[in-house]
């Protein structure tokens, strides 16, 4: 079975800092990878997604996300914060596909002026 | 592309009376469409996965008599809770996803329905 824990349930940074949301991931097989962000009130929005080739993944909004495999982690990482980035943000494992997609726990990024 | 809607995002109900919430994918036609439910300040946990033509597979725990789903189309599945009481109240989203290749790669999100059961 397929398992996905995100460290660290509430994130602070500074407007302008350096964002990074960490997940890990446990799978037998390879897994694909997911990050969402959720704003309050609406549905789950795609950030990015690893299924096979690159591991550095290039999402939307200034997001990107490295998938190690020896380290079975796909942290998701921005350069610089907006204040519009502050949302809670899902990590997400499947294999075979979307088929079922397994959710961590979310981490409520909160951003400083 | 790949926009998914549902319908009603808001909807108010009286205890025991059933509620129904459709799942629409806008500009793909999905061969999977999933129903998640969400309480506050948690993870989406998933209810129920349906194929379009199919009966529903339902996660454990989920109950298949209260949770009433139908894929009737491939750009339409819909999720009725009858007889809703109080505990019923929740965010409901549904999800959709699009065979690419042969493989079903992404889930694209609907943007949620909160149920109130008074």
């Known amino acids: 079975a397929q398992s996905v824990t995100q460290l660290g349930s509430h994130v602070s940074v500074s407007e302008g800092a350096l964002v990074l949301l960490r997940c890990n991931y446990s799978s037998s097989v390879p897994p694909y990878l997911f990050w969402y962000v959720q704003y309050p009130n609406q549905g789950l929005q795609l950030l990015l997604k690893?299924?096979?080739?690159?591991?550095l993944v290039k999402g939307i909004n200034g997001f990107e996300a490295e998938f190690k495999k020896s380290e079975t982690s796909f942290h998701l990482t921005k350069p610089s914060a907006h204040m519009s980035d502050a949302a809670e943000y899902f990590c997400?494992?499947?294999?075979?596909?979307?088929?079922?997609?397994?959710f961590g726990q979310g981490t409520r990024l909160t951003i400083n002026p | 592309g790949a926009v998914v809607s549902q319908h009603p995002s808001w909807v108010i109900c009286k205890s025991g009376t059933s509620v129904k919430i459709e799942c629409r994918s806008l500009d793909f036609q999905a061969t999977t469409m999933f129903w998640y439910r969400q309480f506050p300040k948690q993870s989406l946990m998933l209810m129920a996965t349906s194929n379009e033509g199919s009966k529903a597979t339902y996660e454990q725990g989920v109950e298949k008599d209260k949770f009433l789903i139908n894929h009737a189309s491939l750009t339409l599945s819909t999720l009725t809770v009858t007889s809703a009481h109080p505990e019923d109240s929740s965010f409901y989203i549904c999800?959709?996803?699009?065979?690419?290749?042969?493989?079903?790669?992404?889930?694209?999100f609907g943007p949620g329905t909160r149920l109130l059961v008074l």
């Open positions: 997400a494992v499947s294999v075979w596909g979307a088929q079922k997609l397994v």
């Open positions: 999800s959709a996803s699009a065979l690419t290749g042969g493989v079903q790669e992404t889930q694209y």
């Open positions: 690893y299924t096979t080739g690159a591991t």
